[in-house]
């Protein structure tokens, strides 16, 4: 099986709230000191799908990552889990995007490299939270997409999705080639292998820039924009929180159900 | 291509009837189409939907478009797309909204691209700006931690619309609505996914998203046990039982407790978290309850700058004294 997995780079979201900062005069964020950026989580869920397949089936995972500034031993990574190739979109014309210039440089990513079974995406980036790129490339592709997975099953050129709902999951079946969004319930992204991180470090990535994938500059990055943000902001919280206390943790439980009663918020 | 006018809801169904959500997006959609000048129109897409069209219209909507299809009972990606982009090229849009649920979040991206336009996921807010007519859509980035405003110039805008974060308005069965069925015309060999079984693992009693009190558990429970508790204070307050990402992705408890961003969005009157820091990504999903009760040994905890009242302490004690005191002066 040939399967393409594409990862982004995102700050770090398991940093501490307290350390998100926001420059109001370019509406970007200002990156927290000493706090790496990682692959956006549910990137790396897709990379563990692509790798379960693998495992399976045996065949190859192409990962394809786009973005500036792309640290190594970040994108790195699906490469020390066990992918077997990795390509970078890495300039700036790529920059400063949105979904829709983002899927299109993706999917004419995936065209170049021509040949696959299987495209999986996170089904969401950790920083914009939108969940469109996957789509978006399926729709650029031609190809049926499902979305939000937690279990793919192939068998011969077909493939059982289980797809998370609101009360439980739909199982559905469509044919090869096909595009999926995975989601957490997936379950935990392996861990790195010594072999598999040595490997890594030995692999150089493959660069592509938009002339290597016959992109038209005016689709491209900040360029090709359909969206404009206008402002990016901080929520004001009011943080007024009654701490309640007692002379031991039970006594402050007792307390704070006096509280709940007494500000009538319990009957 | 029809004129690029008025506001389009693609409704959603629960038991026969239109979703919560649904009345959510005619409420907001009926104050934007105010704001224009332009009407509001429901699409009904699915098999068997035409008895809801009187409530779309009491809910709000001037225009119903009725899409009938045996083809359309179940929820799939190329065949609602197609529906939804016919509406749009035989009768107009200049704002399609869909809720950010399983459906939206799966048609809109999707759609947009069909319709060479853009779709913005998740918003809670939505203005007309005057003058210019343009969308400003609001909506929650970096898990929560912040808040974007987008807008374009490529028409229809598209966007899904968080639960419970627009009113929907009171149901006027007076209010006068057109009714206009139009066939699906689909092709059934062009619908390439098929929906197999549906699995239904809803937890027991009363659902997360309508309780008024929701006692939720976090990563410092530690384990399946511990959520006993949890659910013994929810069963006494009547409320449901809920959990932060770890717990789900653990396996402890099911994915369906999952409250926040990637799970159930929850606005109860009172909100317990237990041993639960207060992540964005949670908040997401709780941020809108009434009251939020904070149990967490960490003082320093961000959950504590969302919560009204807070207990420092370990759950595994403040837990049993706080359901045995609730006990006693409930009567229960």
């Known amino acids: 099986m040939n399967i393409i997995v594409c990862v982004k780079q995102v700050p770090d979201p398991e940093a501490p ?18 706090v790496a950026p990682v692959i956006s989580p549910f990137d790396e869920q897709a990379v563990e799908a692509a790798l379960r397949l693998k495992d399976a089936k045996g065949g190859k995972i192409t990962v394809i990552s786009l973005g500036t500034n792309l640290l190594r031993d970040v994108v790195k990574k699906p490469l020390s889990m066990g992918a077997d190739e990795l390509i970078l979109l890495e300039d700036p014309a790529y920059a400063d995007g949105d979904s829709w210039s ?74 090869l080639p096909v595009l999926i969004t995975v989601s957490n319930e997936l379950g935990e992204p392996r861990y790195a292998t010594i072999k598999g991180i040595m490997a890594a470090k030995r ?65 | 291509m029809a004129e690029n006018k008025g506001i389009l809801v693609v409704a959603e169904f629960l038991n026969g009837k239109l979703a919560p959500i649904t009345k959510e997006l005619l409420g907001a959609g ?42 359309l009972k179940d929820y799939r990606t190329d065949a609602y797309v197609a529906v939804v982009e016919k509406l749009v090229k035989e009768y107009g849009a200049r704002v399609i909204l869909a809720g950010q ?35 400003l859509m609001t909506k929650p980035v970096y898990g929560g931690n912040a808040r974007a405003v987008f807008t374009g110039d490529v028409l229809p805008y598209i966007a899904t619309v968080r639960v419970k974060a627009m009113a929907a308005l009171a149901p ?53 046990e511990g959520f006993k508790q949890i659910e013994s204070l929810a069963k006494l307050l009547k409320g449901a039982a809920g959990a932060s990402r770890p717990p789900c992705d653990s396996g402890w408890v099911p ?67 706080l359901e045995a005191k609730l006990h006693e002066l409930l009567g229960r």
């Open chain 2, 101 to 135: 649920t399983t459906m939206g979040r799966d048609l809109a991206p999707r759609l947009a691209f069909r319709l060479s336009a853009a779709a913005t996921m998740d918003c809670i807010d939505l203005a007309i700006e005057a003058g210019s007519k343009k969308l």
């Open chain 1, 17 to 34: 709230p307290a350390s998100f900062k926001i420059d109001p005069a370019t509406n970007k964020v200002i990156p927290p000191p000493g």
């Open chain 2, 255 to 321: 994915e369906t407790m999952q409250v926040g961003l990637t799970g159930k969005i929850v606005s109860p009157d009172v909100y317990f978290a237990v041993a639960i820091s207060g992540s964005s990504q949670h908040l997401a999903g709780c941020g809108g309850s009434k009251n939020i009760i904070a149990i967490n040994r960490d003082a320093e905890a961000n959950i504590f700058k969302e919560a009204r009242f807070g207990v420092v302490g370990d759950w595994k004690k403040v837990l049993p004294a």
């Open chain 1, 102 to 175: 983002t899927a299109y440089a993706l999917a004419l990513a995936i065209k170049k490299v021509g040949q696959f079974d299987i495209v999986f995406c996170g089904r969401q980036a950790a920083d914009t939270d939108a969940g469109q790129v996957g789509s978006a490339i399926a729709e650029i592709l031609g190809i049926p997409s499902v979305t939000v997975a937690k279990k793919i099953e192939v068998n011969d050129s077909k493939v059982k999705v289980e797809k998370v709902t609101a009360d439980g999951f739909d199982v559905i079946e469509t044919s």
């Open chain 2, 30 to 71: 009926r104050r934007l189409a105010q704001d224009l000048g332009e009407p509001l129109s429901a699409a009904l897409i699915g098999e068997g939907v035409n008895g809801i069209a009187p409530e779309a219209i009491a809910s709000g909507a001037d225009k119903v478009y009725v899409v009938e299809d045996a083809l």
């Open chain 1, 203 to 267: 692999k150089e990535p493959i660069i592509w820039k938009p002339a290597d994938i016959g992109a038209e500059p005016a689709q491209l990055g900040a360029a090709g924009k359909r969206l404009a943000m206008l402002k990016l902001f901080q929520p004001v919280k009011e943080g007024k929180c009654e701490m309640v206390t007692g002379e031991n943790e039970e006594d402050a439980a007792a307390n704070l159900a006096k509280k709940l009663v007494e500000a009538k918020l319990l009957s």
């Open chain 2, 172 to 224: 006027d069965a007076g209010r006068n609505g057109e009714v206009i069925n139009v066939a699906a015309g689909l092709d059934a060999g062009a619908i390439r996914t098929s929906v197999l079984q549906k699995v239904v693992q809803e937890v027991a009693g009363i659902k997360l998203e309508d309780a008024a009190v929701v006692v939720s558990g976090g990563r410092g429970i530690g384990g399946p």
